[in-house]
């Protein structure tokens, strides 16, 4: 996936949430259920793309290895709250040298279609956002899964990272099992990842599946 400079996107059908883009790397906007936005994994040298969306009110770390952009957004948006899974919190404000607060003053305020999970087996710290409209379930992950698009195809097929099965995986048993149980109470027709292209479709249960047969 190339793209010529960052660009703000809506994610088509699912109302509240946005997307940017810069290269490879996407961050995720979603609108709070009382005004304002969450910006989740913010993107370097994109902050000036959300001026024109709604307050951004909560700037949410994904995991422990998403924050090179923290800097720059804390200074853009100063009145909005860092926040981070609890087994994030060491090395990010290790590395960033920020205070970050837990995920419950976030969740208070995200609309009821959208809920915050935190998957079992890694060792980031890694949360994901599961959004709900109409008919989709949204899976909006960090490092996880990936969203790959070969040449000359039409749309992008789930993937893992290179690097996720050593740097992300603690327990590989228990991340499986945790996401077979996970699908087994839903399936993703969407799949929103910071890393490549947006995953749509029947397929993307069966292409989980087989990325957790293969750990």
């Known amino acids: 996936m190339t793209r010529k400079g960052p660009t703000l996107e809506s994610v088509a ?6 997307t940017i883009c810069r290269g490879n790397l996407r961050a995720t906007v979603a609108r709070l259920s009382d005004g ?52 994030a919190r060491p090395r990010l404000e290790n590395v960033t040298g920020c205070q970050f607060a837990s995920l419950s003053a976030l969740s208070d305020v995200l609309p ?6 935190e998957p079992e087996g890694l060792k980031t710290g890694e949360v994901w956002m599961v959004v709900r409209c109409g008919n989709e379930v949204v899976w909006v992950v960090t490092d996880a899964f990936c969203g790959i698009k070969e040449k000359g195809e039409d749309s992008a ?11 992300g995986l ?15 109470e839903e399936v993703p027709s969407v799949v929103v990842p910071c890393h490549g292209e947006i995953v749509r479709g029947p397929e993307i ?3 989980i599946m087989a990325l957790l047969d293969g750990l």
Do not use: M
């Open 13 to 18: 059908g699912i109302d509240g949430l946005w």
């Open 36 to 87: 304002g936005v969450c910006l989740y994994s913010p993107v370097e040298r994109t902050s000036d793309l959300l001026g024109d969306i709604e307050p951004v009110r909560f700037l949410f770390a994904p995991n422990h290895y998403h924050n090179k952009a923290i800097s720059e957004h804390v200074e853009a948006f100063g009145n909005a709250d860092l926040v981070c899974s609890d087994a």
């Open 112 to 117: 009821q279609t959208v809920t915050l999970v």
């Open 157 to 167: 097929q789930i993937g893992f990272l290179k690097t996720f099965p050593k740097y």
């Open 170 to 184: 603690k327990d590989k048993e228990r991340f499986s099992n945790w996401v077979r149980n996970r699908l087994g």
């Open 205 to 207: 249960r069966d292409g």
